[in-house]
């Protein structure tokens, strides 16, 4: 059972809540997919860890092959390659690893070479499994590095091991809608969506909610940090009926807990029994989906 | 001597415009036979990359000259490489900067920036 954590913007909870629901199950997996600025791993500080290196291929150019055609430069979508003087410059930073231009390349003059562009971790927190996916700073694309988390992920329920519907893994997404959130959700059978009452939250819910609706993926809303009074996030979940998980308050004890990079299901009684509850209800949510669509 | 500069209309008495890889237009004057035409900017609706392949535009019509307010690295990369000198607009129009620059009156752009990529994924 694979659960996506996501929200439009960044600050709304979305490492809180899945961090939280992976040490309310007691054995589970916690992917951090947000690989620009992962921060799981502060809550779970794993031990054990193991190390790989993410590569992409990049074109390389051999000088005396090129005679200058520039079917690589037109072909480019992201513009990565130009032609002047008589010699080809590539923007490796630019390149999506596509291997467009290699392919097209009358003349065989280009071939591809690796580059690392960041890394997976893989350690353990009591009994919960955490990936962290890592980009280095200034690379155009997480996808590959996500990629590589939830193939990973994937090997690791092998025949054997718990099935994989059993096996509960949550996966806490990059903030936004952009590919590295639809790489991240693509084959989740849940995603919960993170909303705080603002105004300006209530715009970042609805841009993911229409994401998850066009990825036709069974949707729940955790209201985060609720106050007292009207709450914007609330009433537009009512008016596009879309179901609320739990309602979490905004809490100074919570609030201090995090701030301490704590899990809070372990270390208070009161969220453990909210987190528990929300474990359950999401269960459920995933069987209903699961059957009603079977 | 073949000058570029981007435009923001089809005319040599357009403004410059202040973005070089998303122009809409480069006027391209030759010095020698006094002529202008209007080049349609092909990158200007590029997802990312636009200095890039503005530059490897201009280089293609064979400019020795560019005559812009501001620009990003990677279409500075292009521009050296093709031997194209920069020099730093003012703010009055192309044909004006054109006289500007042919009387020696402007100066070569020194500041580049770092671009304005990076948005979204």
Redesign the interface.
Known sequence: MRIAVLSGKGGTGKTMVSVNLSAATKKSTYIDCDVEEPNGHLFFKPVGINEEEVSVLIPEVDKEFCNGCKKC?DF?????L????D?L?I?ED?CHSCGGCVLLCPEKALTEKEKVIGMVQKGMSDQVEVFTGILNPGE????PIINRLLDENKSENKPGNKSESEQMTFIDCPP?S????MESIKDADYCILVAEPTLFGVYNLNMVYELVTLFNKPVGVVLNKCLEGENPAEKFCLEKGINVLTRIPFDKELGLLNSNAEIAVRKSEKYRTIFTSLLDTVKKEVHHETAFNS | MIIAVPVDEKNIKSRVCVSFGRTPYFLIYDTDSKEDKILDNS?AA?????G??A??LI?DNKANILLTPRLGE?AA??LK???IAIYKTTNASAKENIDAFIAGKLSLLDEIHKGF??H??
């Not at chain 2, 590029?46 to 636009?50: E, F, L, P, V």
């Open positions: 430069v480019c979508k992201f513009n990565a130009a032609y002047v003087k010699s410059i923007f630019i155009p694309s997480g996808v936004g952009a590919c590295i959130v | 990158a590029s997802a990312g990359g636009a890039i392949k530059a490897q280089a990677k990369d292009v490489a093709a031997k990529h990076g979204g994924g």
